[in-house]
Every structure is written in C-alpha cells, then in structure tokens.
C-alpha cells in the first residue's frame, strides 16, 4: 500500500487559512497518547479543543504539500482512492470473497518469514482438493538453520547451510493423506524441507542465524532424487496441538540453494490464531483485525487477508499505536483501508449513495444517508459471504425494493413523468448527470425501468465523487460506534474532511482510540 502522510500546512476543522488550530489538535492528542496510552476522545471533539489549547509548531508533519478542494482533483484522488490506489490496495491486502481463497497462491508479507517463528499457517480445514497454498522466493534471505541432528543409521549432520524461509503452525486434526509439498518453478533451485517441533527438551524455533537443530520430524531433500525438484513430507502421523515450524531451505548455499517455490498443505485443520491475553481484546492483532472485518465487511475474515493484516501489524513498532510515527503499517493504516478497499466501495458506499441520491435527509446542515437500522440489513443483503453473482442478484432486488419505499414515492411519486423523474432525481442528488438524455430516453422506450435508472445513478462516477467525504464519515459511526452520528461530530468531521481531506487519519485515529469505540471490546 501506498504510504500515507500527514500534511503541515491543513486548514483548520472550521475550513478558515488559520494553522494553529489543528496543530493544538494534532500536538495535544499526541501528548495524550503519551500520558495515557489510549485516547479517550468522543466523536465530536474536532471543534471543541480548539480554542482552548496552546498552539504547537508544524514541524511534526511529513509532506508540506497543500491541498485545496476544488482545484484539480476529485475528492476520491485526495482521499487516495485513485483506480491505480484501489488496484494497488486490491493487490496487497488481498481483499477477497471467500470463494476465492482456493484460487490464488498467497505471497507472504516481506521479512515474515525470514526469521523465527516464521509466517504464521492461518486457520482452516484444508482439504485434499483446496489445499492452503503459499509462495515465496528463498533468494536472499537469511539462514536460520545451517544443519540438522543426524539419527538412526546416519552418522553426520544433515546440511541446511542453504538460505531458509520459516511457517509457523498448529494442527488440530491430520487426515490419512496429510502432506505438505514445495514445488519450484526454478530450473535449478532444489529445495530441502523439514519441520522443527516445540519441545521441551529440544527447544523450538531458533532466533539469529546458523543454527544446529536436533527437534526435526521430517527431513526431505529434493537433491535426493535425480531431476526432482519436489520435496513431499508425510505429516499424517504428526500430533495435534504442538507448535511445529514448517522451513523451505536448501542443502547447500550454491547455484541450486535457493529460488521461487509453493507450498502446499493438505487433508488437515490448522488452529485458528491464539486466543487474546490482554485486558482489552481489541489491542490484541487479530481481534482489532477481525473487528476491522465484521464492522466494515459484514462477514468474517478470509484466510489469506486476515493473515496479511496480522504480519502488517506485526510488523509495525510499539503494537501499531500512535498517529503518525509509522503511517505504513499502524493500526490507522490498516482500519482505514478497509473503507478504501474495493469491497466496501463495491457494497457499503454503494447502499448508502440510494440514501444520498433517493432520499432527502440531513444530519444538521449536511446532508446524510441511510440510518444505522437500515445500512445494516442492506449490508447483510448485498454483502457478506456472498460470490459476485450472488451479489448482482441481491443488488437487483434491493433497488427494485427501494423504488417501492414510502418515502423514496413521497419524493419521486409515479405519477411524475420520466423526464421529471431524472430531473428530480439529478436534483436531489445535487449532480449534474452526464447521460441524463439517454437515462429519459432509456425511460421512454422500456430499455430501463425507473429502478435500474435509480442504480445507473448511483453508480455514476458524479455521485461516487460527491458522496465520499459524507460516507467515510458516516462509516466511522457506523463501523467503530455501531451507531447513527450525533449532529456536531458528524457536521466538524465533514468540514474537517472537505477542506483537507488528508485529515482522514486524524478522524480514524479519533475514533479507533475513543473511549466509546474500546468500550464495546472491554475495559477502556
């Protein structure tokens, strides 16, 4: 993902030229978080801090790049929700339907496995026919390992001076043709596998590099095979429950000791991530990550993303906390990327752009949407475990619904003729609509029905631009609160946005460290 930066020159929450308002915000929730660790800050607190704080200096910002709205660019290009961004971040945090998973070969994070414990095995039965896969490329990493314990009828060690990658897993049920199996691509990479197992006696997963180890269950060299570059491991006789540390190495550091390969488990259950020992679940990684999930996508985590999210966080210095300090991996990054992911744009901004373009409603004096009782049944609708096509089909029938609400007809009646039915509904979307001529004529000669020009609306790029500064707010109370915004928070935070809409981490680090938010999950 892109990394995102703070900007030193914002317009203040009330949209004036003055800086010294949201260096006071800026400067006093970062002492906060210093003295208290959390931030126990309501919704609303943009405009409330401001007059009453020392000012501080500009210096703690990255980019002293200034953006101003109206000059240029689309609110979707400030926010970073460009087409190559959205790709980028489609490619990188692997935000997929679960349908999916079995279809592609997951690229572990950079540096998660070069060293011990190694790129933790998500959770999940995997079968003989979708086994769990993963890629990855040994050339240039470190060598953990640089020999093994020899036994039996072997007198000498087992070279594995070769560089290593290291996957850390749990079973909980092997079946009769459990295996793992590393495959290479490479015309002369040979790769030697083998799993080290937690015990007492022997240890477990080594730090540092060069390591002897005697806690092996399996040894397996492809070399041992002329012309093989496969190496097949037996784990159908592995016990459950014992942490085992699964490493792609190579016998020897030469012109065969490293390349590209895949890994595949099969026909066992892998345990799901360790339960959460801290006070409060969600500072745990994978609860804030599952959360993340629940709240914004309705369904939970696929395999791949859930584990991605996880190494990106852990990854991150002092637990993923703070504003600013590591913009590319902290908790904020993370949250906020669900909202600009595909997925959500796919389906949560697409219910809520009905409620902007079909009805008539406002939070104080700018303009909202769909209420929280209404968002959330559309969401579970159109949404969650579905595949594409079930999708598309719950979208047909959730527009063809929305025609027929009471208060959608109170404001375009059917008596309205069809080009009063555009008019009024360009009107209160307050867009000007490029193909409004064709959407009449569509109308007028039965290509489309009023609901399926109702949806080409909202799905129009005018409107998805218009909207997305209202609905990433919105969503803030929606995903973190489980609530409808209160008038002032909703009001300071839409103004805040729309004068600078770079102030979005600023709005996401308030609410994932509200006082509210850290509520719902345990003490605060």
Same mark, same amino acid.
């Not at 790049?65 to 660019?73: A, D, L, N, V, W």
């Not at 999930?293 to 990854?315: H, K, M």
């Not at 409004?436 to 029905?449: E, P, Q, S």
């Not at 002032?488 to 981490?505: C, E, F, H, M």
């Given at each position: 993902?892109?990394?995102?930066?703070?900007?030193?020159?914002?317009?203040?929450?009330?949209?004036?030229?003055?800086?010294?308002?949201?260096?006071?915000?800026?400067?006093?929730?970062?002492?906060?978080?210093?003295?208290?660790?959390?931030?126990?800050?309501?919704?609303?607190?943009?405009? *409330? !801090?401001? #007059?009453?704080? @020392?000012? +501080?200096?500009?210096?703690?910002?990255?980019?002293?790049? /200034?953006?101003? &709205?109206?000059?240029?660019?689309?609110?979707?290009?400030?926010?970073?929700?460009?087409?190559?961004?959205?790709?980028?971040?489609?490619?990188?945090?692997?935000?997929?339907?679960?349908?999916?998973?079995?279809?592609?070969?997951?690229?572990?994070?950079?540096?998660?496995?070069?060293?011990?414990?190694?790129?933790?095995?998500?959770?999940?039965?995997?079968?003989?026919?979708?086994?769990?896969?993963?890629?990855?490329?040994?050339?240039?990493?470190?060598?953990?390992?640089?020999?093994?314990?020899?036994?039996?009828?072997?007198?000498?060690?087992?070279?594995?001076?070769?560089?290593?990658?290291?996957?850390?897993? *749990? !079973?909980? #049920?092997?079946? @009769?043709? +459990?295996?793992?199996?590393?495959?290479?691509?490479?015309? /002369?990479?040979? &790769?030697?596998?083998?799993?080290?197992?937690?015990?007492?006696?022997?240890?477990?997963?080594?730090?540092?590099?060069?390591?002897?180890?005697?806690?092996?269950?399996?040894?397996?060299?492809?070399?041992?095979?002329?012309?093989?570059?496969?190496?097949?491991?037996?784990?159908?006789?592995?016990?459950?429950?014992?942490?085992?540390?699964?490493?792609?190495?190579?016998?020897?550091?030469?012109?065969?000791?490293?390349?590209?390969?895949?890994?595949?488990?099969?026909?066992?259950?892998?345990?799901?991530?360790?339960?959460?020992?801290?006070?409060?679940?969600?500072?745990?990684?994978?609860?804030?990550?599952?959360?993340?999930?629940?709240?914004?996508?309705?369904?939970?985590?696929?395999?791949?993303?859930?584990?991605?999210?996880?190494?990106?966080?852990?990854?991150?210095?002092?637990?993923?906390?703070?504003?600013?300090?590591?913009?590319?991996?902290?908790?904020?990054?993370?949250?906020?990327?669900?909202?600009?992911?595909?997925?959500?744009?796919?389906?949560?901004?697409?219910?809520?752009?009905?409620?902007?373009?079909?009805?008539?409603?406002?939070?104080?004096?700018?303009?909202?949407?769909?209420?929280?009782?209404?968002?959330?049944?559309?969401?579970?609708?159109?949404?969650?475990?579905?595949?594409?096509?079930?999708?598309?089909?719950?979208?047909?029938?959730?527009?063809?619904?929305?025609?027929?609400?009471?208060?959608?007809?109170?404001?375009?009646?059917?008596?309205?003729?069809?080009?009063?039915?555009?008019?009024?509904?360009?009107?209160?979307?307050?867009?000007?609509?490029?193909?409004?001529?064709?959407?009449?004529?569509?109308?007028?000669?039965?290509?489309?029905?009023?609901?399926?020009?109702?949806?080409?609306?909202?799905?129009?790029?005018?409107?998805?631009?218009?909207?997305?500064?209202?609905?990433?707010?919105?969503?803030?109370?929606?995903?973190?609160?489980?609530?409808?915004?209160?008038?002032?928070?909703?009001?300071?935070?839409?103004?805040?946005?729309?004068?600078?809409?770079?102030?979005?981490?600023?709005?996401?680090?308030?609410?994932?460290?509200?006082?509210?938010?850290?509520?719902?999950?345990?003490?605060?």
């Amino acid at each position: 993902m892109q990394t995102h930066t703070s900007n030193s020159n914002r317009l203040d929450v009330i949209g004036s030229n003055s800086k010294s308002d949201q260096e006071i915000f800026h400067s006093t929730l970062k002492r906060w978080g210093e003295k208290l660790g959390y931030y126990s800050m309501v919704a609303a607190v943009p405009a *409330v !801090l401001a #007059s009453t704080l @020392p000012a +501080a200096p500009a210096a703690e910002a990255e980019n002293p790049k /200034t953006t101003i &709205p109206g000059r240029g660019e689309r609110l979707s290009e400030k926010l970073n929700l460009t087409v190559s961004k959205r790709a980028l971040l489609k490619r990188q945090s692997e935000f997929r339907l679960p349908h999916q998973n079995s279809s592609f070969a997951v690229v572990p994070t950079a540096g998660g496995v070069d060293d011990c414990p190694g790129w933790v095995i998500p959770g999940g039965n995997y079968t003989v026919a979708a086994p769990f896969t993963v890629s990855g490329d040994t050339t240039g990493a470190n060598n953990t390992v640089n020999s093994l314990a020899g036994y039996y009828y072997f007198f000498g060690d087992y070279g594995a001076s070769g560089p290593d990658h290291v996957y850390s897993f *749990v !079973l909980t #049920s092997v079946g @009769p043709n +459990a295996q793992i199996e590393v495959t290479t691509t490479s015309g /002369t990479y040979k &790769p030697l596998i083998y799993v080290l197992y937690k015990g007492d006696t022997y240890g477990e997963c080594p730090a540092g590099t060069g390591n002897f180890q005697a806690n092996w269950m399996n040894v397996t060299d492809s070399r041992s095979t002329a012309g093989s570059n496969t190496a097949r491991i037996d784990i159908s006789w592995y016990p459950v429950n014992v942490p085992f540390f699964l490493f792609v190495d190579s016998l020897a550091a030469d012109n065969a000791g490293s390349g590209p390969y895949k890994v595949e488990m099969r026909d066992v259950t892998v345990a799901p991530v360790r339960p959460c020992a801290n006070a409060n679940p969600i500072d745990c990684y994978e609860t804030f990550v599952r959360q993340q999930y629940l709240d914004f996508f309705d369904r939970e985590p696929d395999a791949v993303g859930f584990q991605n999210w996880i190494n990106t966080l852990a990854s991150c210095p002092n637990g993923g906390y703070g504003e600013f300090a590591f913009p590319q991996s902290d908790r904020v990054h993370v949250s906020s990327s669900f909202v600009q992911s595909h997925e959500f744009q796919d389906r949560g901004y697409w219910l809520l752009r009905f409620g902007y373009v079909g009805l008539n409603r406002s939070i104080g004096a700018v303009r909202s949407s769909l209420t929280y009782g209404e968002f959330i049944p559309g969401l579970q609708q159109i949404g969650g475990q579905n595949s594409p096509a079930q999708e598309e089909a719950a979208k047909v029938v959730y527009t063809n619904a929305f025609v027929q609400r009471p208060d959608f007809l109170a404001l375009f009646p059917n008596s309205m003729s069809n080009s009063q039915y555009v008019d009024a509904l360009e009107s209160n979307a307050g867009v000007a609509l490029p193909n409004k001529a064709v959407l009449i004529t569509a109308l007028d000669t039965a290509a489309m029905t009023r609901a399926q020009v109702l949806r080409a609306i909202v799905e129009s790029q005018v409107v998805f631009d218009k909207y997305i500064i209202p609905s990433f707010v919105d969503m803030e109370y929606k995903g973190y609160l489980r609530r409808d915004p209160d008038t002032i928070g909703y009001q300071n935070w839409v103004n805040t946005l729309t004068a600078d809409p770079s102030n979005y981490r600023h709005m996401v680090f308030g609410f994932i460290y509200s006082t509210e938010y850290r509520s719902r999950f345990g003490a605060p």
